[in-house]
């Protein structure tokens, strides 16, 4: 027989024995005043902390929530200002195009007037 069939024989044939551990209530009636003064303030330590971080995190949403508000407006100032910059050269290149087109067309009257009084004579 091998090692392990031993231990299993012996484990199955030994006598049952139910032992019982005794339990120490903190809130019953073999616990002390003090203990439980002990475990309640533990219990308004654990409380204060859970609201402590509530509060903490809510502090960081409201703060992310500004964050991302202001980076929102920044976005759009810079937005309208390249827009309003754009508007500016946009004009500028168009006010120099029809100056310069109507400098060509003056230049070109002019030419064909000269051209005209060259061949009258």
């Given at each position: 027989?091998?090692s392990?069939?031993?231990?299993?024989?012996?484990?199955?044939?030994?006598?049952?024995?139910?032992?019982?551990?005794?339990?120490?209530?903190?809130?019953?009636?073999?616990?002390?005043r003090?203990?439980?003064?002990?475990?309640?303030k533990?219990?308004e330590a654990?409380?204060?902390?859970?609201?402590?971080?509530?509060?903490?995190?809510?502090?960081?949403?409201?703060?992310?929530?500004?964050?991302?508000?202001k980076?929102?407006?920044?976005?759009?100032?810079?937005?309208?200002k390249?827009?309003?910059?754009?508007?500016?050269?946009?004009d500028?290149?168009?006010?120099?195009?029809?100056?310069?087109k109507?400098?060509?067309?003056?230049?070109?009257?002019?030419?064909?007037?000269?051209?005209?009084?060259?061949?009258?004579?």
């Amino acid at each position: 027989m091998t090692s392990f069939a031993v231990v299993a024989r012996l484990i199955t044939r030994a006598p049952r024995v139910r032992a019982s551990v005794p339990t120490r209530l903190v809130h019953g009636t073999t616990s002390t005043r003090k203990e439980a003064s002990v475990c309640d303030k533990a219990s308004e330590a654990q409380q204060k902390v859970a609201k402590k971080a509530d509060e903490g995190a809510q502090t960081i949403s409201d703060a992310a929530g500004n964050l991302k508000d202001k980076a929102k407006n920044t976005a759009e100032e810079a937005w309208d200002k390249v827009k309003d910059t754009t508007e500016k050269i946009k004009d500028t290149v168009t006010g120099k195009t029809e100056e310069t087109k109507e400098s060509i067309k003056a230049t070109a009257k002019t030419v064909e007037r000269s051209m005209n009084t060259k061949n009258l004579k």
